[in-house]
């Protein structure tokens, strides 16, 4: 739209809203390639949003900060003013569904994306957030939209406030509870005008877990030994099985603290390197929507940091991926697993740049890594 400019990386949530709310009027807004966090410091930036937070929306009137009044505005100007261009009814129909509409849009600011934001300081944040979906999944459980019969502007708002959460914090187990929720959201982020924006999605899959067998019969309990007052009963630790692996002259701090020279301390037959490549690459067209992706595999990985180092491939104690994490960590079915052929030169070749971070690796430009360690 003509003297409309949209000051933010596309990839920010926040800007998303404006981005498809554009894309369901019919008109191309605005933005500014490159644009990077540091710009928000600049001179000239401050002095269209002195908070020197993104996005901003440059108008010929002056500048409009805060990410739902962007998108507001923008259907405002739309609805009133130019003609040729869709009215899909963002607002809603009536004065209730438009004041629904504003209901939901707050909901969506102030009891998911404040909590989902600190989901870092729980429990307070994690209950309020559940307080919220339970109240959002009752609503959604006899409803497509938040409102009316076709997509509002609140929706559009309510759904890139959840996509933090459902791609970097809730896990599935996490999300069992809410189902109209889960359905609403990849409903939604699938549309075709959401997917102009975050890329192709699909739901998480759930892990099917295999049955264990029935447990063997408990020995009967030994007697008590008595303690005196002032001794301290002793606690039994219980070792996973990677604790029990015979021990190896490699020390894994020491491994994750060298950029170059880590093969002359590389332990192979008491450590192992894979590959691990998405099975769905395809889904992967929105840099921040993948990384949030990976964010959320690196979280559930904790389990196995004491065994194991990622960087786009992954050291793990052992021969094996860890079963620890192929029980526990529903991501990793979604990746293939290759063992690294250490005596293949084109492989160490491609770890050594895995670790390096070079500006390509194999032709392709890097845009973004995280690390494990």
Not at 88 to 106: C, H, M, N, P, R
Not at 169 to 187: G, L
Request: some cysteine; charged content about 25%; aromatic content about 12%.
């Amino acid at each position: 739209m003509v003297g409309l400019k949209l000051h933010a990386n596309k990839l920010n949530k926040n800007a998303c809203k404006s981005l498809i709310a554009a894309e369901y009027v019919g008109f191309k807004l605005e933005t500014t390639p490159g644009f990077e966090l540091t710009d928000t410091i600049s001179p000239e930036y401050l002095k269209m949003n002195p908070m020197g937070k993104a996005p901003v929306l440059e108008t010929p009137e002056g500048s409009i900060s805060e990410s739902n009044a962007i998108a507001h505005y923008e259907l405002l100007l739309v609805s009133n003013t130019i003609a040729g261009l869709k009215n899909v009814g963002l607002f809603g129909s009536t004065a209730y569904e438009k004041a629904l509409v504003d209901q939901w849009i707050d909901f969506g600011s102030l009891e998911i994306d404040t909590n989902a934001l600190r989901w870092a300081y729980p429990p307070s944040s994690i209950n309020n957030l559940k307080r919220a979906l339970t109240a959002l999944n009752a609503h959604l459980a006899s409803r497509t939209y938040l409102v009316g019969e076709s997509v509002t502007l609140a929706d559009i708002v309510l759904s890139c406030n959840l996509s933090l959460p459902f791609y970097v914090a809730m896990t599935k187990e996490f999300t069992a509870d809410y189902p109209h929720v889960e359905r609403y959201f990849w409903t939604l982020i699938n549309q075709p005008n959401f997917k102009k924006v975050f890329g192709k999605n699909t739901p998480k899959k759930e892990k099917v877990k295999k049955e264990k067998p029935a447990p063997a019969p408990k020995p009967a309990p030994e007697p008590e030994t008595a303690f005196d007052d002032d001794e301290v009963a002793p606690v039994k630790k219980t070792k996973k099985a990677l604790d029990l692996l015979p021990p190896s002259p490699m020390v894994l701090d020491n491994w994750k603290r060298f950029a170059t020279g880590f093969w002359e301390m590389f332990d192979a037959e008491g450590w192992s390197l894979w590959f691990c490549d998405y099975k769905y690459n395809d889904e992967n067209q929105v840099t921040f929507v993948t990384m949030n992706k990976v964010g959320g595999f690196l979280q559930r990985m904790d389990l196995a940091r004491k065994y194991s180092f990622g960087k786009m491939f992954w050291l793990f104690r052992g021969q094996d991926v860890p079963q620890m994490v192929l029980d526990e960590v529903y991501d990793a079915e979604l990746y293939d697993w290759t063992k690294v052929d250490i005596t293949n030169e084109e492989q160490k070749t491609l770890v050594n740049a895995y670790f390096e971070e070079p500006d390509t690796i194999q032709g392709e430009v890097l845009r973004e890594a995280k690390c494990f360690k």
